[in-house]
């Protein structure tokens, strides 16, 4: 099973959807804000994103970008994010975004209890959390067994035929070209049916 995806933000402007989806994007992963609330840092294009994708059919998931630097903050932010995200439905799942340079002075289980704080004030409200991280990241700066055996892994991991170890979703480029968006796009894989994962349990919205 594998499904053909993209992730945007504000830098992809002026999407056409429907282009998209007739040149074979399956789901679009939208990034909704980032760190803690802020009028400036809702993402300017997500409310367009969202309809426009909606509209064309396109499954959706979103994505919130991190700053957090301790469990409380992380909680924060993941408030931030379930406002931003309210009265929509999203048939992939809810996510949180590691990867900031910032947060490399933590310890590695400081920022594994982050990403858990997130996770769960996202699950708790009844969304499907999941993280992104890099292979870096994973391999060498969070506690990676014990975030895998607890939600689904988004991976960056370009340059290679696949990825090296299991995830939900596969982040295999940001060089794509799509019809519908100028520039470059990143290009995703998803190995789960998340939309019937959503629906039978009653999660997202749904």
């Excluded at 992380?74 to 910032?102: G, H, M, S, W």
């Excluded at 991991?157 to 519908?180: A, F």
Aim: glycine residues 6%; negative net charge; charged residues 25%.
């Amino acid at each position: 099973m594998k499904f053909n995806g993209i992730d945007v933000s504000k830098w992809n402007v002026n999407i056409n959807w429907q282009k998209s989806k007739n040149n074979g994007v399956e789901f679009a992963i939208i990034r909704s804000g980032w760190g803690k609330e802020s009028p400036n840092q809702k993402d300017k294009f997500f409310e367009q994103n969202y309809a426009g994708a909606k509209s064309a059919g396109i499954c959706i998931g979103s994505y919130h970008y991190s700053y957090a630097d301790s469990a409380n903050d992380a909680v924060l932010e993941a408030e931030f994010c379930l406002k931003n995200i309210a009265n929509k439905q999203f048939e992939y799942p809810i996510i949180f975004d590691i990867e900031d340079r910032t947060m490399l002075a933590l310890t590695n289980r400081q920022k594994t209890n982050i990403c858990k704080a997130f996770c769960e004030k996202i699950e708790d409200s009844g969304y499907y959390a999941m993280i992104y991280m890099n292979l870096n990241w994973l391999q060498n700066y969070l506690n990676k067994d014990e975030l895998l055996n607890e939600f689904d892994l988004w991976l960056a991991q370009w340059n290679t035929t696949k990825p090296s170890i299991n995830c939900g979703i596969w982040q295999k480029s940001d060089q794509g070209k799509i019809d519908g968006i100028s520039g470059n796009v990143d290009l995703n894989e998803s190995y789960k049916d998340y939309p019937q994962i959503m629906k039978t349990n009653g999660l997202n919205g749904f």
